[in-house]
């Protein structure tokens, strides 16, 4: 393929994402997406990329916080912006870092396995028959797996913010009760209503991102064509990246510019 058809075949790889995504939004609207086996199935995946790997994931993040807010204070105390140390550790750590790791670490535990799970049934024409039967995969297939997908990235992003923040406190004060009122000032600056409502749809748009782009890709393999799965793969996981490194542009740009 010459560069121009590669250009051409790329945005239309992101074109069929959106228009995807678009249908996808219109399921979720659909109460009959909402039955007992989609919500078997959203538990199931629930289970697999947030509940299963809790306590490991809360385990490194308060391991990595803890390092990333020592170096933090220190560097801040040793410019004489001690005072500011505690704010930044939360817009950076808290409000920046761990919803991209977060979303990061279901990308990297579930994406491949979605686009190969949807590329598999494109191939075997699953999909196809399900259309036969009068059956909308969207509601039955997809639905499930997003909703499951947006509830782990915001689960473990909400136990992990939590956690940092204990860590910070220990930090900075150590098991001194004393400090919980500049400390409770400090979180109120932070964390004002738009912050929040900024922390929420980001992390909305991560969750959202890890199984809209894997399923898009999926669909992306050719019936009867075992041998388009690798690149299935390979092109939802790079759009997959992209598309969270573009969320996380996009609101520091929007906070900060």
């Known amino acids: ?50 509940w299963h790997v809790l306590p490991g994931f809360t385990l490194f993040m308060a391991l990595l916080s803890m390092v990333v807010i020592r170096v933090t204070i220190g560097l801040a105390r040793d410019y004489g912006l001690a005072q500011f140390a505690l704010e930044l550790v939360f817009r950076a750590v808290v409000l920046e870092l761990i919803p991209l790791l977060a979303a990061f670490y279901v990308a990297l535990r579930s994406g491949a396995s979605i686009v190969t799970e949807v590329a598999m049934m494109r191939i075997s024409g699953e999909l196809d028959e399900l259309f036969a039967a009068h059956i909308d995969p969207y509601e039955r297939e997809f639905v499930p797996r997003i909703a499951a997908a947006a509830i782990s990235v915001f689960a473990l992003t909400i136990v992990s913010c939590t956690v940092v923040m204990c860590v910070a406190y220990l930090v900075t004060y150590g098991a001194n009760p004393s400090g919980l009122d500049e400390f409770a000032r400090t979180v109120a600056r932070v964390f004002g209503p738009r912050a929040i409502a900024g922390f929420m749809l980001k992390s909305f748009l991560f969750g959202a991102a890890v199984a809209v782009i894997p399923i898009a890709a999926g669909l992306d393999a050719m019936r009867d064509h075992p041998e388009s799965v690798p690149a299935a793969v390979m092109g939802g996981m790079v759009r997959l990246f992209v598309t969270l490194a573009l969320i996380e542009l996009l609101s520091l740009a929007a906070k900060y510019v």
């Open 1 to 50: 393929m010459s560069a121009l058809e590669d250009t051409f075949a790329w945005f239309r790889a992101w074109g069929r994402a959106a228009l995807f995504a678009s249908a996808a939004a219109a399921a979720a609207l659909s109460l009959s997406a909402y039955t007992a086996r989609t919500r078997a199935l959203a538990i199931r995946e629930i289970y697999f990329n947030a």
